[in-house]
């Protein structure tokens, strides 16, 4: 049986303004989209967790999305996508730079609600009324939260802040895929990046935590409440795959680097590193392992890796200009899970 393959990608599907995206979907496809729908046909996956395409409520660039893909010979019937926190105002001023406008100051970093969205393409039936969403956790509920202070070791966020301060800078979920041997959870997130913000540090404590909520999560700490207000994370067996573009390498780059140490050496979750053909795992345009695809122990890894063609290569350029990302895939036996 050909083996069930599940893959991660940034598809740096991002617009300038709202609805912008939905009209290059239904248009002809320019130079990024025509690249990116070959390097999808090439990995040729059977899930897509994907990072950085706009959200908008009627899910217009999903559908668009997907019905752009079966163009290209790609069907994936089930998909699912859900608010995020990017550009939605928050009504306080939480960057300490925007006093006079605090409504401008979204949840997290974004032109518009939406932008830099999420989404899962499936061959297989997704399970989304049992999704589990986390947009509107608190980061204060966080027990040990990193949470930023200033150079003189004062609070950077008031009280009146961490009232309101999200954890997630887009959300993070839970969704049950139904594989053809069983049910795996995928654990999809997008951490803000460690960077772009100042002395504080306030995006790289956000990234860390962002992070470190799966490591909690999987080992079912009893603090986190999703939006619908049930506790608690994964119970023991459960089969899951941790995957989506983290913003962190656990050797190098700004991150705060003990969450992305502490995810990837998890008792429960299998310590596979993917490699590219040019025999290194980086993921990212800016040389670092950004993106990942971590299954639990109790799935049965084929195979794994980067895709990113040596120069020369077919598609060389192609990835290049479909995203500042590649995509990281994972294969797993189909007649092996629990």
């Known amino acids: ?33 025509s690249a990116l729908m070959q390097v999808m046909a090439e990995v040729d996956a059977d899930v897509w967790i994907i990072n950085e395409l706009d959200y908008d409520p009627d899910n ?65 039936p997704l399970r989304a009324d049992q999704c589990r969403t986390f947009q509107l956790f608190l980061w204060r509920d966080m027990p040990a939260a990193l949470l930023p202070v200033n150079p003189d070791g004062s609070a950077f966020y008031s009280q009146e802040d961490l009232a309101v301060v999200r954890l997630s800078s887009k959300s993070h979920w839970d969704l049950p895929v ?10 999809v997130s997008h951490p803000t990046p460690p960077a772009f913000d100042g002395p504080e540090r306030r995006n790289v404590c956000r990234n860390h935590d962002e992070i470190r909520f799966w490591v909690d999560y999987i080992n079912n700490e ?22 989506g573009d983290l913003n962190a390498s656990p050797t190098a780059g700004d991150s ?64 290049d200009r479909a995203s500042d990302h590649r995509p990281v895939w994972l294969d797993i036996d189909a007649v092996a899970l629990p």
């Open 1 to 33: 049986m050909k083996p069930l393959r599940l893959a991660t990608y940034n598809v740096a599907l991002n617009r300038s303004r709202a609805g912008e995206l939905v009209t290059d979907l239904r248009s002809k496809p320019g130079v990024q989209l």
């Open 60 to 124: 217009q660039a999903l559908t668009a999305f997907q019905a752009l893909l079966r163009t290209a010979g790609m069907d994936f019937p089930y998909c699912f996508t859900a608010p995020v926190n990017t550009g939605l105002p928050s009504g306080r001023d939480l960057v300490k730079q925007d006093r006079n406008n605090p409504q401008k100051t979204p949840f997290g970093f974004g032109d518009f609600p939406g932008q830099y969205g999420m989404a899962v393409l499936s061959a297989f």
């Open 178 to 187: 139904e594989l053809p041997t069983g049910v795996c959870h995928l654990l």
């Open 222 to 243: 009893s603090y986190m409440s999703d939006d619908r207000g049930l506790s608690g994370g994964l119970t023991p067996g459960q089969t899951f795959i941790v995957a």
């Open 256 to 319: 705060q680097q003990e969450a992305i140490k502490r995810l990837i050496s998890h008792p429960r979750i299998q310590p596979v590193r993917p490699l590219s053909d040019r025999d290194h795992d980086l993921t990212a345009r800016w040389r670092l392992r950004a993106d990942y695809v971590l299954p639990s122990t109790n799935l049965q890894v084929l195979d794994t890796g980067v895709f990113w063609p040596k120069p020369g290569a077919p598609l060389s350029q192609s990835v």
